[in-house]
């Protein structure tokens, strides 16, 4: 059983819960690969989506996630909400909360909101990525997929290389894995670098070769496109070249790494489709894992 009402990151989960929701993310994939979508846990529930930010794989593997548990699924449509009249989100959420929803699944572009979510309101809330904060959803599934192949994350080293400097995704991944006895290794331009990364357990790595050299997996992360414009790094091209991973790279890492990424891909830039669509790739797992661990998160939770 989870501690908490909430899911807000992987800073605030125990190892043990992680362990707990990865254990039930596996069962979950069985089922979901045994073609079983109707699960009923979650009979008589109602789980509301809040997406503040754009998204495919998060809310469509939410919403598949909670229906396969039988569960009524809402989603706000921020775009064509009061929120347009200017609603806040507490509002929103006490709105909702006298709706009767048991959960409400959040992504925003504020770091936080879904703490203020969660303060606000008696239903469970499930943070879906905010802003440069965390999201952990993500790097469960990212932990799911490394589970099933290697079993054990004691001594597994994983290389994230890209914008790791505004990726929620890379914290949450930090988070996890550490917890769960892997070293994790960093590689990005210094302009897509944080500070304090080696305090949060990562080791940061002068070049790419030195981060994926005996890698089990390898993660590349998304560039975001706006970071061109802000003059972050030169052009798509020159980070491909300098920065990204290609096969030549791959060959310091573990033979037969695995390939992740958590989508969306700029093919070509941070991967090569060579390793995108290669035989190590576990991009498109990744997405199976993402419904299986949701379920996953909302069973513990209910
Ligand atoms: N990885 C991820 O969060 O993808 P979406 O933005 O499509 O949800």
Do not use: W
Request: hydrophobic letters at 40%.
């Amino acid at each position: 059983m989870l501690k908490e009402k909430d899911i807000l990151g992987l800073y605030p989960l125990s190892k043990e819960e992680i362990e707990e929701i990865l254990e039930t993310g596996l069962e979950m994939k069985r089922a979901l690969r045994a073609g079983e979508k109707s699960l009923g846990t979650l009979k008589n529930k109602t789980v509301v989506t809040l997406f503040y930010e754009n998204s495919t794989r998060t809310r469509c593997s939410f919403e598949l996630a909670a229906k396969y548990l039988g569960a009524h699924v809402v989603d706000l449509g921020v775009a064509t909400s009061s929120v347009q009249k200017g609603e806040t989100l507490v509002d929103t959420g006490k709105t909702l909360d006298a709706m009767r929803a048991d959960y409400m699944v959040i992504r925003h572009s504020a770091g936080g909101a879904p703490r203020l979510l969660a303060k606000t309101v008696q239903a469970h809330v499930i943070n879906a990525g905010d802003g440069m904060n965390e999201h952990p959803s993500q790097a469960l599934l990212d932990m799911l997929t490394m589970k099933e192949k290697f079993r054990s994350f004691r001594g597994l080293k994983v290389a994230i290389l890209g914008d790791i400097r505004h990726s929620r995704v890379a914290k949450s991944n930090l988070y996890g894995l550490k917890k769960l006895g892997a070293e994790v290794t960093m590689f990005a331009p210094a302009t897509l670098l944080p500070t304090g990364l080696a305090d949060m357990g990562a080791t940061v790595c002068a070049s790419r070769e030195e981060a994926v050299k005996d890698a089990d997996v390898v993660m590349g992360l998304r560039i975001q496109l706006e970071r061109q414009k802000a003059g972050n790094f030169p052009s798509l091209g020159e980070y491909a070249k300098y920065y990204g991973a290609n096969e030549e790279l791959l060959r310091h890492a573990k033979p037969g790494a695995l390939i992740m990424h958590p989508g969306p891909v700029n093919r070509g830039v941070e991967l090569t489709s060579a390793l995108i669509d290669g035989e190590s790739s576990r991009i498109e797992d990744q997405v199976l894992s993402g419904v299986a661990v949701r379920m996953a998160m909302l069973s513990l939770l209910a």
